[in-house]
């Protein structure tokens, strides 16, 4: 068909011209962004689903013919321990060639690491460690998170329990920084609400005998119990509340989000609560796409709790990138303005220390010998109650 | 403070102490008959509530009645730790009777060590808390603020018993005199003709045995048991031992009460956070321990045993 119009001919020839600055795929430009975590060892499992939904990221971007550049992953391995972790961000933070990382799921690396991609001037977004002082424990611009931490935890717990109805409570807590954080960040946002922290106790995390304690929370009277630490003291915590006929509901954090937990306990493990940053995939806003194209690629081992957030993190750099080039000052002052950006974990926001405020926190209660997210329970529904209500 | 609450902190001592009592007196016979500090003790208190499981896991099945249950479990973990106990003073205590003692201490710290690990690595799950079954029942009173359980009567008149039974052994039994003339005079009890070797295996047996009840009445207890329970129960039960006076039955039974009650006193009526009630209890036992070197009822008629 001949051209008839000068305007259509112009709008070709524009077109053409856009079509050869885009360019073919051969021609684009190879981008290297890190990806950060524990490969081998206890935590690899979850490693391995971190690396595998960073590389899905990437793959995704480099099959679409529209991305400005070609996207390549530079994996390193963490081992979960903090000497390891500063020599691979060292080398990720050294090599000029990498443009950011996706760094890190367990806290001690993540919160060892921040000074050197300081020093290094190497842009990254955390992907599963959820120790407040990652984010919070300096003004580095280089250092963000997409996954929530204690603090946004016990927000949603605060807020969840409030809505329950709870208003008076009595905490344990074990005594490391584990402990005494979910504690802190606990209390505070319940006096915020309102509610009241009637009795605190601080615990050593082998501590065995916790009636005396129990006793006191007794006559303290509280509708609910907060546990803050991990598994094995909250098995025997809830066991002793029930032999002193301790009728509070009781409350814990990611800690004791175990099987172990209910194992421990058998039947008296019904109905306790706990809250968990993150979500089980499916229940994410992106969780049937990404489980999709993740089950495509075929990769051995699963996503893990964490691999979505990976994923999401590979995402958001590699949209940054696409605005601002591969200059890694440009992309930390591009990543210091991302606001209510959509991801398959949910919009993300950072705050002024790149931290994500509307991190995705699940409410788990323990029906008939299995944590269940709380929307599918059947507490939610009123067809079973929680202690006191 | 109320009454009813009161009763409770008083109830809760008084279970911690029974337990406290019956692993002091272990390290107290030990004491008394070798001059020896078991350091693996704690252990066997561990070793005594996994077997129990073990012992209830296998028979639960078969066997419906509970108080028969309760037996099994109990006789199994004390049969198996008595034979424990023995093995351990054959095995290391007795060949180095005449090495320095610093090296019984280490060889059975690390035996300990052993037996903990052997219990977190094969035990199915070990390294988790277990669940241990409520075999005397879920039966409470209410009475106000203070709950009083039966299964904790139950075990504290079991514990009264076997200490009482353990009283009237050492006191009026032959084999009680023999204990009691070994950990007095050595030599001399073997020229009289007592079977050295024999009272001291039987020593460790009968040690071990009550750290196995110990251990089943932990379980009982808290229906919680795990790999580490031994590791501060040793501690604190070496300390009662040493408080009330090594060597001395009645000490340990009176330093393990003690114990009990000031870790209660601990993180009930100081102003301090709960945590530190470990801190202040062994203060404590310093202090006692600087006013009365050798225990609370020492040696003064220096009769042991």
Request: hydrophobic share 45%; net charge positive; with cysteine.
């Amino acid at each position: 068909m001949p051209i008839k119009s000068s305007g259509a001919r112009w709008m070709a020839l524009a077109a053409l011209a856009v079509g050869t600055f885009v360019a073919p795929v051969f021609a684009k430009d190879t981008v290297k962004i890190a990806f950060i975590g524990p490969l081998t060892g206890g935590n690899s499992a979850i490693g391995i689903g971190g690396r595998n939904s960073a590389d899905l990221a990437v793959r995704l971007r480099n099959a679409d013919s529209k991305s400005r550049y070609h996207y390549e992953l530079v994996v390193l391995d963490d081992e979960c321990k903090p000497d390891a972790g500063v020599q691979v961000a060292t080398k990720a933070g050294a090599d000029k060639s990498i443009v950011a990382g996706v760094t890190h799921y367990c806290s001690v690396v993540a919160v060892a690491t921040v000074d050197t991609y300081h020093k290094l001037g190497l842009p990254t977004v955390v992907w599963g460690a959820v120790l407040p002082d990652i984010t919070y424990g300096h003004k580095f611009p280089e250092i963000h998170r997409v996954n929530g931490t204690m603090i946004n935890q016990n927000e949603t717990a605060a807020n969840f329990m409030f809505q329950q109805g709870y208003r008076t409570w009595s905490v344990i807590h074990d005594t490391t920084d584990y402990g005494k954080g979910h504690n802190k960040y606990f209390s505070e946002n319940v006096s915020k609400l309102g509610g009241r922290i009637v009795g605190t106790f601080g615990v050593t995390a082998d501590q065995q005998d916790f009636t005396a304690e129990l006793t006191q929370i007794k006559s303290q009277k509280p509708q609910a119990l907060y546990f803050g630490g991990l598994t094995p003291i909250g098995v025997r915590i809830r066991q002793q509340m029930d032999k002193l006929g301790l009728e509070a509901q009781f409350q814990g954090t990611s800690g004791i989000l175990s099987d172990d937990f209910i194992r421990g306990l058998g039947p008296l493990a019904e109905g306790s609560l706990a809250f968990r940053e993150g979500a089980p995939v499916e229940k994410l806003p992106g969780g049937k796409f990404f489980g999709e194209k993740y089950a495509e690629q075929k990769y051995t081992g699963a996503p893990e709790a964490y691999g979505p957030f990976a994923f999401a993190s590979a995402e958001l750099l590699i949209e940054v990138i696409e605005r601002t080039g591969p200059d890694r000052k440009k992309v930390i002052a591009e990543l210091g303005k991302v606001n209510n950006q959509d991801s398959i974990v949910g919009k993300i926001t950072f705050d002024d220390h790149g931290q994500n405020t509307v991190a995705v926190i699940t409410k788990y209660v323990v029906q008939d010998g299995k944590w269940v997210p709380w929307e599918d329970s059947e507490y939610s529904n009123g067809k079973r109650k929680l202690r006191g209500k | 403070m109320n009454i009813g609450l009161l009763g409770q902190y008083v109830m809760n001592g008084v279970m911690l102490g029974m337990m406290y009592a019956l692993v002091a007196v272990g390290f107290s016979l030990f004491f008394g008959v070798l001059d020896v500090i078991q350091f693996s003790h704690g252990d066997v208190v561990t070793g005594g509530a996994f077997a129990g499981l073990a012992v209830y896991l296998a028979f639960s099945r078969a066997v419906e009645s509970p108080i028969l249950l309760v037996m099994l479990t109990l006789v199994g973990a004390a049969a198996s730790m008595a034979l424990l106990g023995v093995a351990i003073a054959r095995g290391l205590v007795l060949p180095l009777r005449s090495a320095p003692a610093l090296n019984t201490l280490l060889l059975t710290l690390m035996a300990g060590t052993v037996l903990r690990e052997s219990i977190r690595l094969f035990f199915p799950n070990g390294s988790q808390p277990q669940r241990f079954p409520p075999l005397l029942g879920a039966g409470a009173i209410g009475l106000g603020s203070f709950t009083l359980r039966v299964d904790n009567l139950l075990l504290l008149a079991s514990g009264g018993l076997l200490i009482g039974g353990l009283h009237l052994f050492i006191t009026r039994s032959r084999l009680g005199l023999a204990i009691r003339a070994v950990a007095q005079d050595e030599e001399t009890a073997r020229t009289s003709g007592i079977p050295f070797r024999s009272v001291v295996l039987l020593t460790f047996a009968i040690g071990s045995a009550l750290a196995a009840f110990a251990g089943v009445m932990h379980g009982l207890y808290y229906n919680e048991i795990n790999f580490a329970m031994g590791l501060l129960l040793g501690v604190i039960g070496f300390s009662a031992a040493v408080l009330g006076g090594l060597g001395n039955v009645y000490g340990a039974i009176l330093g393990g009460f003690l114990f009990a009650g000031l870790q209660t006193i601990g993180a009930v009526a100081l102003p301090l956070a709960s945590a530190y009630k470990d801190v202040f209890a062994f203060a404590v036992v310093i202090l006692l321990m600087a006013w009365r070197p050798t225990g609370l009822i020492g040696e003064r008629a220096s009769e042991r045993v």
